[in-house]
């Protein structure tokens, strides 16, 4: 079982649209959570950080649950330009910070 | 800008033959890692520098993988004898100190025939 879990997709939405990722991971010590966005081809790129107490920013909300060791994404009146794929990542903290991704989850965005 | 830069952008390499990856972090970042990541994966740990001292190697695959970074700056990933499976986008990444944001280079593309 890989750490960190995410339904790999395809999500297909209509520009407009409202549209949630979840991701679990496995390790109780894992310490900072984040979303990345990656293009193709392109490097990751920080998105968001995501806390207990929920994020938001513009139209990207983060949330964390410890207990269940899991994380969603929601992004609101989805554009064109918010395609990609969105990758869910922890650290356990100490030795650098290392992160640890998902698989990550495909999102296209359609008129 | 002056992101964190990789070279080549792409290598294509037959079976058996040795590269060499090179990394420039931002200047003044502290640590610097190396990732891979495959067709459809997310990157995967390889290791972690902090200056010149390679804390963590945890990641790297087997032992023909061996990374580098002698003056704490520039980084180099080498493989040995490629193999097929070796085929990724090997990523680096910087940030500034622990606990801080890591920045992505653009990656190498890295081809084994």
């Known amino acids: 079982r890989k750490e960190v879990e995410q339904d790999p997709g395809p999500f297909n939405v209509p520009e407009g649209a409202t549209v949630a990722f979840n991701c679990t991971y496995s390790n109780s010590a894992s310490q900072s959570f984040f979303w990345y966005r990656q293009d193709c081809r392109k490097e990751p790129k920080l998105l968001m950080s995501v806390y207990s107490s929920g994020n938001e920013d513009g139209r990207f909300t983060a949330q964390l649950n410890r207990a269940s060791q899991y994380i969603s994404l929601l992004i609101r009146d989805s554009k064109l330009s918010d395609s990609a794929t969105y990758l869910c990542?922890?650290?356990?903290?100490?030795?650098?910070?290392?992160?640890?991704f998902g698989t990550g989850t495909q999102l296209k965005v359609e008129l | 800008g002056a992101g964190v830069s990789q070279s080549p952008r792409y290598k294509v390499a037959k079976r058996g033959q040795d590269v060499a990856l090179r990394c420039d972090p931002i200047s003044g970042h502290v640590s610097l890692f190396w990732y891979q990541q495959a067709l459809g994966q997310g990157p995967e740990f390889l290791t972690y520098?902090?200056?010149?001292?390679?804390?963590?190697k945890s990641g790297l695959p087997s032992d023909r993988f061996f990374a580098e970074r002698p003056e704490g700056s520039v980084s180099t990933l080498k493989i040995q004898r490629t193999q097929q499976e070796d085929s990724a986008v090997y990523l680096c990444a910087s940030s500034p100190g622990v606990d801080q944001p890591q920045h992505f280079g653009d990656g190498t593309r890295l081809s084994i025939l």
């Open positions: 520098f902090q200056n010149e001292a390679q804390l963590d």
């Open positions: 990542v922890v650290t356990r903290g100490g030795g650098g910070n290392k992160l640890t």
